[in-house]
């Protein structure tokens, strides 16, 4: 049975600072790795999607990175703004969509 | 381009009272149709998934049922609402789990 674990549940830092955001699944096997945000409210926005075969995806101040045979995935904000402040969620398929628990992220004027 | 879209955004609604929810998604042919969803404070439930035109699975016995009359067309429905049913509701949809999947923007249904 596949798990996805977010870590931290939750992150708050000072604008203008570089962070790093986990997240790790117990089966390896695995097609690809998406990247969600959500809004307080809102429905899910696609940030990054992950093939099995590629090591990262970079979109703007974006980079997600995989690594299968560790079973992590890592995203990394680039120079946070206060419009990055939202909840982070990571997701692998299997026979349906397995979710974290995501991770909060606050960015501090 | 392709496009997802979900009504109403926000539902008040009495309990015992009925349930409609719709999503529909444009711009693809044949796409995997999936209802979530989100309570306060918890994580995403799958409850419904669809790979076509009337064929439905159910990941969770529940006062919800759903349907997909047309191919791009998926609906949530219940009978007789509960408390519990209160929750946020979000639809999705993929071409298949190579693709990656794309949600609407929910439905915040409180039921009072």
């Known amino acids: 049975k596949q798990e996805v674990t977010q870590i931290p549940a939750a992150l708050s830092v000072p604008e203008g600072e570089n962070l790093v955001l986990n997240c790790s699944f117990t089966?390896?096997?695995?097609?690809?790795l998406q990247w969600f945000r959500q809004d307080p409210g809102k429905g899910l926005t696609s940030l990054l999607l992950i093939q099995s075969s590629q090591r990262e995806q970079t979109s703007g101040r974006l980079n997600a990175s995989l690594d299968k045979s560790s079973g992590r995935s890592t995203l990394y904000i680039a120079a946070s703004q206060p419009g990055d402040s939202a909840t982070y969620l990571c997701?692998?398929?299997?026979?349906?969509?397995?979710f974290g628990k995501g991770t909060k992220l606050t960015v501090n004027p | 381009s392709q496009t997802i879209h979900q009504w109403p955004a926000t539902l008040v609604q009495p309990v015992g009272s009925p349930l409609s929810l719709e999503c529909t998604v444009e711009g693809t042919s044949n796409p995997n149709l999936y209802w979530y969803r989100q309570a306060a404070g918890r994580g995403l439930q799958l409850l419904f998934y669809?790979?076509?035109?009337?064929?439905i699975s159910s990941e969770v016995p529940q006062n919800l049922s759903a349907s997909r009359p047309q191919d791009r067309q998926f609906i949530l429905s219940s009978k007789k609402l509960l408390l519990s049913d209160s929750g946020f509701y979000l639809c999705?949809?993929?071409?298949?789990?190579?693709?990656?999947?794309?949600f609407g923007s929910g439905t915040r249904l409180t039921v009072v």
């Open positions: 089966d390896s096997a695995i097609y690809n």
């Open positions: 669809s790979v076509g035109i009337g064929q």
């Open positions: 999705a949809w993929s071409v298949n789990r190579e693709y990656g999947y794309t």
């Open positions: 997701a692998v398929p299997r026979e349906k969509l397995v």
